[in-house]
């Protein structure tokens, strides 16, 4: 874990000066969200844990990378807890780096996260935004037996384009396999993914990975337009037009998903799909009574 201040390039306020004196990452920052200023102001943000190296290189992402970052910070769960408690947030996201070099992916750790957070706060809505973890069972049962509200896993692009957009350890069917665990292992979890369009994707291309992902069980499904964070990323190869992701949303709904956030500005943690995701909650919570 890097216990360096976090580079904060919003406007700086009491929040952000909070998150640099805990030592703690906010992706929202780290990848160079353009939501940011939107969540924190709602009591939302995204906190981005086991270090802020990843082990895999994808084209389009922001993420400095390595072979072998610095171990999981056993503290980083109650920092995390005393962050977002001091905060008073709501609904907190939790993402990660994917840890390839880790014997079960990091996902032992992010749920330690889960369980921290929850202890302390029984109310707070948990998402978790995880890597694939090469769709091992045992390290998807670690997030699975922790209970966190939402569970997703972007697929990031279609199919054609995945082995020139991701990592090469990365895999359109990995992801597909990972989310099929998650909704065939716990009935309860709402899943989630998230696509970026832009990279030269066709229109029938996307729909295919709508059918794909809800073939799966994915509920949520959030596109955006892919805006390159910087020179060594892959460039954009086309800015899409509002119309089309009209249409994309329309026919994610079509396709059977529950709640679906398209827009040019829409990223996998963004909190248009948040009151979906409170009122589903509370239906189930009641049905429980």
């Known amino acids: 874990m890097l216990m360096g201040k976090v580079r904060i390039r919003y406007a700086r306020n009491e929040n952000t000066e909070r998150i640099e004196g805990m030592g703690l990452h906010s992706v929202c920052q780290s990848a160079h969200c353009p939501n940011r200023s939107e969540c924190w102001s709602s009591g939302t943000a995204t906190f981005m844990v086991l270090g802020e190296q990843c082990t895999r290189a994808c084209r389009f992402c922001a993420i400095n990378t390595a072979a ?4 999981p910070d056993p503290d980083e769960p109650r920092r995390l807890a005393d962050a977002v408690f001091s905060l008073g947030l709501r609904y907190c996201v939790i993402t990660a ?30 998402e978790v935004l995880v890597p694939d973890f090469k769709a091992d069972k045992r390290a998807i049962m670690n997030i699975i037996d922790a209970k966190p509200d939402v569970v997703s896993h972007n697929i990031e692009t279609v199919e054609r384009l995945t082995p020139q957009i991701r990592d090469r350890r990365a895999g359109y069917r990995q992801s597909l396999d990972a989310l099929r665990l998650y909704r065939e292992l716990s009935k309860n979890i709402i899943t989630k993914s998230g696509l970026m369009v832009g990279f030269g994707e066709s229109d029938s291309e996307v729909e295919k990975t709508m059918v794909d992902l809800r073939a799966v069980g ?19 190869k086309e800015y899409v037009k509002d119309s089309r992701f009209r249409s994309y949303e329309d026919k994610a709904y079509r396709s059977g998903f529950r709640y679906v956030a398209s827009g040019p500005l829409v990223r996998s943690s963004y909190r248009a799909a948040e009151p979906f995701i409170k009122g589903t909650l509370s239906k189930a919570k009641q049905n429980l009574i």
Do not use: E, F, W
């Open 68 to 71: 072998k970052p610095p171990a």
């Open 97 to 126: 780096v994917t840890r390839d070099d880790l014997d079960d992916g990091g996902s032992g750790h992010i749920a330690d996260c889960i369980r921290t957070l929850r202890a302390k706060m029984p109310d707070l809505i948990i």
């Open 218 to 236: 994915v509920d949520i499904l959030t596109i955006g337009q892919y805006l390159q964070p910087s020179a060594r990323n892959v460039p954009v």
